[in-house]
């Protein structure tokens, strides 16, 4: 997967929406919570975790269209989906294509546009990179961000994914923030993904090969 187009806005009246997120089945941290059926993530206290059961009723509440498949993170100002891809082993040798990589997601953007006219909703385009594709040596993530602006507001919001290793495919993690808080949410969210681990036999180490550098 190469990340959700998710928007900030509500598809429906300010008030209703409160009322249906607060009837979804949030388990609120400190704690650890299921990530599908492939690993585990510890919630911060003050952060709340939405099973993947749930995660499609409440990326329509944000005025995004529904998805199967998503987990949802929730955590001071910005929210997260976390979805596994299950591509299978990635060559450590395997280099992100830029371009190829933009051109893919606009393509995605076109199909999920016109789904977004059928139903009334606004429609989103992709502004491209606000932080190009790039390799974390660090947290051994992959990376990129880009800037996203809805048809119905002037203001852009920032899709900013990681990929997670794992032996069979990728966690594939999209933080939802906005341009200016943008630096701090990501280094909150890398805090927060020091307690995401793979369940047993899901990870890289236990497939006999290490993940160096993509």
Not at 104 to 113: I, L, P, Q, W
Request: glycine share 10%; with cysteine; aromatic share 6%.
């Amino acid at each position: 997967a190469l990340g959700a187009a998710a928007a900030s806005g509500a598809a429906e009246p300010e008030q209703d929406v409160g009322a249906e997120m607060r009837k979804l089945p949030w388990q609120v941290g400190p704690g650890t919570g299921d990530v599908g059926s492939r690993s585990k993530i510890e919630i911060p206290d003050g952060a709340r975790l939405l099973p993947e059961s749930s995660g499609s009723r409440f990326l329509e509440l944000r005025g995004n269209l529904p998805e199967q498949g998503d987990t949802v993170l929730i955590r001071k100002g910005w929210w997260a989906t976390l979805s596994f891809d299950e591509s299978g082993y990635v060559k450590d040798d395997e280099k992100l294509d830029a371009d190829a990589l933009l051109a893919s997601m606009r393509k995605n953007e076109d199909r999920a546009n016109d789904e977004r006219k059928k139903r009334g909703m606004p429609t989103l385009v992709n502004e491209g990179w606000i932080v190009p594709p790039h390799y974390d040596p660090a947290t051994k993530y992959l990376e990129w961000g880009v800037r996203l602006r809805s048809s119905d507001s002037p203001q852009p919001v920032v899709n900013y994914t990681m990929r997670l290793l794992s032996r069979h495919g990728s966690e594939t993690v999209v933080l939802v923030t906005s341009p200016e808080t943008l630096q701090q949410d990501v280094a909150d969210l890398h805090q927060v993904l020091g307690g995401y681990k793979f369940n047993a036999g899901e990870t890289c180490a236990e497939g006999g090969k290490r993940w160096e550098r993509m």
